[in-house]
């Protein structure tokens, strides 16, 4: 019945905007109120959230049937992955795809997006070094960082509108520069989603057995590609046995201080920030810091990544993950985690306070709108 009346409302446009500024007042207040009966962090989850949240949001589309606003940070125009970009999460991963074998898999199956790691090495164990698709300590492949590319360009150029996006994740400063001119041939040819990843700067737990990639050479090298998503991160140490630890808040400094020393905003390359399930859980607010001090100049978005038996607190993820938002935020996480996190049930028992609040919401809206339509 409201449904129906607020499409009469739609038609009104001046009447539609009053509406809209009306429900954006309501849902600060409820959430206010509301934010106010919990504890700090949630406290600070809830007012963070400077857009509505997904379940607010969808009962203001709901109401006003328009489109809900989506920012192109997979620098994509058609295809599969472009209709996830409203649910960054639904964008599926196949991950560490360091082998010929892998990568016929990746190919054949139902993912959006090849994630996987160059190193400088050899293939198959013999002739001079080059970027090879392998993790460290490997440095011997089956497949080439070149064969690599060539197989995944082959295949797009084959299945228009079910294109996979690509991320490499460059291990050492050594292998970037020494793939850029196979990176020059083959980039300007793609027309899918191009990451290019490293971790710049040592992060949690105070990590300090990898080197960090250099960031100025980094940046430098990615300037050359326009098209190309930004993934910056820091090195970590976790695993099954570690709680605590978090991106701390000069950690998370010295990453805006590199994207600032390197002019890095000024290119309107998007930002994505992966950072590690179990750590990401426990750095709410240094991780809303920054994504929000980015966000002055450019677009940014975050990519939880995870290892297999990595120690996550389930529920504090879910709540960073709708904090952000789902628009805001890339999920490259084993099956099991995903599952667990079940982010399709936005109404759970785990998140009571949610659905109370936008319950509360929505008898609100329909509330406002049907006295609206009686002041009229
Ligand atoms: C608030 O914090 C206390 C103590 O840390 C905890 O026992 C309680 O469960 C928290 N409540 C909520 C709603 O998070
Ligand atoms: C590959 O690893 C082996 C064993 O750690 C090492 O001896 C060799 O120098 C490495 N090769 C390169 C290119 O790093
Ligand atoms: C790394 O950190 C650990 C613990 O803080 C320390 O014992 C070790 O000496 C450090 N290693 C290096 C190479 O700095
Ligand atoms: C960034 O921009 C400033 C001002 O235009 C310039 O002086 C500086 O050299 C630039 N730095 C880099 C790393 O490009
Ligand atoms: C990002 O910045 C834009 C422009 O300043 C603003 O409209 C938007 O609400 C910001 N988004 C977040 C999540 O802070
Ligand atoms: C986002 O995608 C996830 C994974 O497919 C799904 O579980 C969830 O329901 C979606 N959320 C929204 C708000 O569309
Ligand atoms: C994607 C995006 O928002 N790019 C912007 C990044 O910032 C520069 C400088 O402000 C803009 O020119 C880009 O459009």
Redesign the pocket.
Known sequence: MAIKRSSQAERDHHGSSQILFFLCTLALVAVGIDGAALNDSSVFYYELASTPSQSQQSAIDIVLQSEPATVNMVRFDKGKILAKAANLTAISWAHAVNSQQLLSDALSGDIDMIEADIV??QLNGEGE?LPVMAHP?A?ISDLTLEDFLYQIKAHNDVNEGAEKGVKLDFKSIEVFEGALDILDETIPKMTYPIWINADILAGPVDQNRTVPVDPARFFAGCNRYKQAVLSIGWTTNWGADFRDGEYTQSQCDAMLQAIRDNNVTSTGQPITFPVRAGIAANSVEQLHNLVAAVNDTNESTLTIWSSENDYVNVERLRQLIFGFGVERVYLDVPGTLSSQLDLGNTDSGASTFNSLVSFSFISICFWAISSWLKSV
């Open positions: 400088l090495g070094n300590p440095n």
